[in-house]
T-cell receptor
Framework: AQSVAQPEDQVNVAEGNPLTVKCTYSVSGNPYLFWYVQYPNRGLQFLLKYITGDNLVKGSYGFEAEFNKSQTSFHLKKPSALVSDSALYFC?????????????FGRGTSLIVHP | GAGVSQTPSNKVTEKGKYVELRCDPISGHTALYWYRQSLGQGPEFLIYFQGTGAADDSGLPNDRFFAVRPEGSVSTLKIQRTERGDSAVYLC??????????????FGSGTRLTVV
């Protein structure tokens, strides 16, 4: 079985400060890892993915995430937050080792960036 | 089309009624996925189609839920004898190939189903 934990329901950060949204995962094989963002009344939008290769992954809108196998984490980061980054962020994992490959999503973390 | 289209955007139905939710994927996308998102939760997988066939329906909660994709394009999620617990946003996504050759899902905006 595969699962994702997003331990924070909400993250508050001031505009211009760095942000981190945490994600830990559990899979029996090798993980594919994803981050998606959801704005109000909009569909989920893909931000970035880790499939293989470099542990530091760069994605859309200046976001990046670091795959840490020993800590089974894939935290989302951005060096300087914008008010427009305020949204709901979802981490997802799928099992790339003969599993179904269908992603399992976390509960989501609400990011609020204050002006 | 340019994106994944889901209709209706909102649906209110009475407990016990039958509903159909429609998803029109991106043209040429062979894979189509249905997810359900309850309030305060992440998307929960329901079913995955590769072409016309259901490749994985392990997420369907019970036999009241059924989905079809007869021509390998548009898909319809059908819910019989709706219950208040079925209230959620139903999301559809499509991708060019199946998830084992991952190249990105595109999600629709969802159908908000409310059972009263």
């Amino acid at each position: 079985a595969q699962s994702v934990a997003q331990p924070e329901d909400q993250v508050n950060v001031a505009e211009g400060n760095p942000l981190t949204v945490k994600c830990t995962y559990s899979v029996s094989g090798n993980p594919y890892l994803f981050w998606y963002v959801q704005y109000p009344n909009r569909g989920l939008q893909f931000l970035l993915k880790y499939i293989t290769g470099d542990n530091l992954v760069k994605g859309s809108y200046g976001f990046e995430a670091e795959f840490n196998k020993s800590q089974t984490s894939f935290h989302l980061k951005k060096p300087s937050a914008l008010v427009s980054d305020s949204a709901l962020y979802f981490c997802a994992v799928s099992d790339a080792s003969g599993g179904s490959y269908i992603p399992t999503f976390g509960r989501g973390t609400s990011l609020i960036v204050h002006p | 089309g340019a994106g994944v289209s889901q209709t209706p955007s909102n649906k209110v139905t009475e407990k016990g009624k039958y509903v159909e939710l429609r998803c029109d994927p991106i043209s040429g996308h062979t894979a189509l996925y249905w997810y359900r998102q309850s309030l305060g939760q992440g998307p929960e997988f329901l079913i995955y189609f590769q072409g016309t066939g259901a490749a994985d329906d392990s997420g369907l909660p019970n036999d009241r839920f059924f989905a079809v994709r007869p021509e390998g394009s548009v898909s319809t999620l059908k819910i019989q004898r709706t219950e208040r617990g079925d209230s959620a946003v139903y999301l559809c996504a499509s991708s060019l190939t199946g998830p084992e050759l991952w190249n990105g899902y595109t999600f629709g905006s969802g159908t908000r189903l409310t059972v009263v």
